[in-house]
């Protein structure tokens, strides 16, 4: 059979790592595919030549992306441009062309991927997303595929390497926050502007993406509650060692009674997880299934030749089905599409978990009963607590107590009767805590 032609939009870190691995690999992806897949024609503003291996297997590289989308040789139209304009002009446009669509793009489809799908169902085509969440991971294909006969419980995810990176060096090496993230900016783990890493922002993306996938609901990435780690000081880092804990940036969704839960925060695991051990800027996602119990997944969640890994099988798995009945094909959002859910996300304030609190308390008799007597009040039942000894010259101490679970609201209540005690200097530090068990 004719090689299946591909037009290839962006020759960045991904794009480059893309066309290597079609390159190096063209044998066993014809054997695994049934026929052999090449790049016919590539767009890109601007790109390295010397940085990209195998340039020469690109059939013809120009600066505009919409001549990608209109050739009519071009049957796959892979999308690495990233961010959402004009990515989502491309994409559209590519699918009403009736080609089939693989992107990286995790913010496109947790903000338009409703709006991608429906297009691609009603011209019949593919839309591939599997590189759009955690890299190399193959994880959106063991939601879509391998873990379908179960009742998905929850997902927790480690999936910003650059957040995981700056957490893991401030716990090995009690380094601060804003050191940990000039290396990583220098090491290019973090861009210049680092908000979308270090505040959850790119986290939440590929969460909605997750959850959706999980539990049959359209995406909606406005409703996920995202915190992110800027916050976070060296003393709560060591502290959560000392209770037997580690600060993870986690996503979380979960199926409760009321709804799902989406959100992203730090939050303390259990050291003995195996979650609590991904360190670095390596990714991994946690699934509870109802049949098959806690599953992990782990690898790198970033680079080119992981990506690209994960690229081009989307590459295959839209070859293959080339000539399948559009009916007939796994579904983009696992479920089909007149059976998505309508099953509310829950409001963070509605949220139950357990908390991490750190405070500065002045040193004196009732302060502690005082503030144990806030969170009585408020239904929160203390599990642990430390006070540290304070340091010369200091009249304010450290205090550390975790918590049992409780609604968020009424922890934000409490929080904000603390604060306003006399008592207590400055704002109360607060970290969601899970454990993460089957």
């Known amino acids: 059979m004719e090689p299946v032609k591909v037009g290839l939009l962006g020759l960045g870190t ?3 790592g893309t066309v290597t691995v079609l390159s190096r690999n063209a044998a066993e992806i014809a054997r695994r595919a049934g026929r052999g897949i090449v790049i016919s024609h590539a767009a890109a503003r601007d790109y390295d030549p010397e940085r990209i291996q195998d340039l020469e297997a690109i059939g013809r590289i120009g600066s505009d992306a919409f001549a990608v989308v209109e050739d009519p040789e071009v049957q796959i139209v892979v999308e690495l441009i990233g ?4 990515a989502l002009e491309l994409v559209l446009r590519a699918i009403e062309n009736g ?11 947790a903000r338009h991927g409703n ?20 890299g190399g991971i193959p994880i959106i294909k063991a939601l879509r595929e391998g873990l379908a006969a179960n009742h998905i419980e929850w997902i927790a995810g480690i999936i910003n390497g650059t957040g995981n990176f700056i957490l893991t060096e401030m716990r090995d090496k009690g380094r601060d926050f804003a050191d940990v993230l000039a290396e990583a900016q220098a090491l290019g783990y973090a861009e210049a502007d680092p908000t979308f890493d270090v505040e959850g922002i790119d986290a939440a993306h590929k969460l909605t993406i997750l959850s ?4 049959g609901v359209p995406l909606q990435f406005e409703r996920c ?10 003393l709560d880092v060591a502290y959560a060692a000392e209770l037997g804990y580690r600060i993870k940036h986690l996503g979380i969704t979960r199926r409760s009674e009321d709804g799902i839960e989406l959100r992203v925060h730090p939050t303390l695991i259990p050291e003995r997880r195996l979650i609590a051990n991904v360190d670095g800027v390596m990714n991994a996602v946690l699934v509870k299934g109802d049949a098959v119990g806690p599953t992990l997944y782990y690898g790198a969640g970033a680079g080119a030749l992981p990506t690209a890994s994960a690229v081009v099988a989307d590459l295959v798995d839209v070859t293959r089905a080339l000539t399948t009945d559009p009916n007939n094909r796994v579904p983009h959002l696992a479920f089909q599409p007149d059976e998505l859910a309508d099953t509310p996300v829950m409001p963070m ?3 139950q978990t357990a908390y991490y609190l750190r405070l500065a308390a002045l040193d004196q008799p009732g302060v502690m009963a005082r503030i144990a007597s806030i969170l009585g009040e408020q239904g929160i039942s203390i599990e642990a607590i430390k006070q540290k000894e304070p340091e010369e010259g200091q009249t304010h101490v450290p205090l550390v107590m ?24 400055g704002e109360v530090t607060r970290i969601r805590m899970e454990t993460l068990s089957g």
Request: glycine share 8%; no cysteine.
């Open 14 to 16: 991904v794009g480059g």
């Open 83 to 86: 961010g959402y304009s004009p």
């Open 99 to 109: 080609k089939h669509v693989v992107t990286a793009n995790k913010a496109l489809i």
């Open 115 to 134: 709006e991608i799908f429906a297009a691609a169902r009603e011209r019949g085509v593919m839309v591939g997303f599997e590189a759009a969440v955690a």
């Open 212 to 215: 959706s996938l999980a539990f």
């Open 225 to 234: 509650f995202t915190e992110g780690i800027s916050k976070v000081g060296a």
């Open 349 to 351: 304030e509605a949220v």
């Open 402 to 425: 975790l918590t049992h679970r409780v609604i968020e609201r009424q922890m934000n209540e409490a929080i904000a009767r603390i604060e306003a005690l006399d008592s207590v200097q």
